[in-house]
Structures are given as C-alpha cells and as structure tokens.
C-alpha cells in the first residue's frame, strides 16, 4: 500500500493529496429496484473478481409495519438461501420526543449456527416518509478455504417514531463459493427502494 502524502504540513492548508493508488476503487455492478417485490435477489455479479463487495440500502420502504429487514446467503445459485450463519447483533435507539435512549445487545436477532434470514434491522415504519437505509459488506464470497465474513450498518424509521441504527456482524460458516443473496422483509412485501452493489478492488 503507497503512503499518501499531503502537499503541505498542515492539514487544515492542504490543497492536494498524493497518490492513492493503494486505496481500492469503487466499482459499480448493478442496482436493483424494489416495486411491491417478495424480495431483491441478486444472482449475478458475486464471484471471484472482487474480494469485497459493498450493497447500499437506500431508503427501502415496507409494505408491512413493523418488520424486520433481513438477508441470506446462496451458494448455489440462489436456488436456496439457507447458509449456516453465526452472527451477533445490537443496535442504539433515540426517539422523536427525545424522552429515550438505548445501546443494547440484541441476543433474539443474533444467529448460531442457524439458516434462517438474519436481520439487518428491526421494526420498520411502513408509513409514507418511514424507511431503511445503510450498508453490507459481505468478504471474499468466491474463496473456497475460509468462511464468509460480513458486516453491516442500517439505520432506520421504527413504527414507535424512533430512529433505530443496527449493528450485525457474523460469518456464513461454509468454505463453499456464495454466489447469491436475498434481501426482504420478514413479512410483506418491499413496496419500493433500491440496492446497489459495488465491488471493491
């Protein structure tokens, strides 16, 4: 990795920075678009160009209250999304009337060794200006030795007029290729927003 270098000694003077070549590059792959959807799958894209691949929430919107927005892995194909997963998960919370706080472990929406959908966040608002927005870093998907690392970041409107940032963190313990993923609502449908997937070289 190249050191960068700013043109100056001060940082607040600076004017330019020097290379950056070692950071990586954001690559653009496709974006997917909610309209009433069960769920987004993206079946194509994820393989061994990229060690890691960034997908972007922007502003999915429920077409159910108070649901959870979740994710699950496949390793063939998206015929079935049902990777073994151990993850760990909490979230802060802060409502509207600035009368609640919270930082907390949420061990109902972490998984051990479970194949079910894992939550990216909790309690969505369905209500015309209520939706969910953040990131998922998902590591390697393609490596056949090591289990598949991910991290993710959501915040969202909750149906109790709170905002809601979660926290998940865990792996899919499988050395097999991921080659797909699905994003939905535990329940009800995506009524609209988009996911963006970028790799990152």
Known sequence: MSIIKLN?????????????????????????????????????????????????F????????????????????????????????????HDEADSYTNLGYESGRDLAQGTGFQSLSSGVDASSD?????????????????????FSV?????????CMTDFSAGYGNTTSAIDAIQFKFASGNIDSGTIDMYGVN
């Open 8 to 56: 100056n000694r001060a940082v607040k003077d600076a004017t330019a920075v020097g290379t950056t070549t070692g950071l990586g590059n954001l690559v653009f792959i496709s974006r997917s678009t909610a309209s009433s959807s069960a769920s987004l799958s993206i079946t194509s894209g994820i393989n061994s160009t990229y060690k890691e691949y960034i997908f972007l």
């Open 130 to 150: 209520g939706s969910v927005s953040g990131y998922l870093h998902l590591f390697d998907p393609s490596n056949t030795t090591f289990v598949k690392h991910y």
């Open 58 to 93: 922007n502003n999915i919107h429920p077409g159910t209250a108070n649901q959870d927005f979740t994710f699950n892995l496949s390793a063939d194909s998206g015929s079935n999304y049902n990777v073994t997963k151990t993850t760990s998960y909490f979230r802060s919370v």
């Open 154 to 162: 959501v915040n969202a409107m909750i149906h109790t007029a709170y």
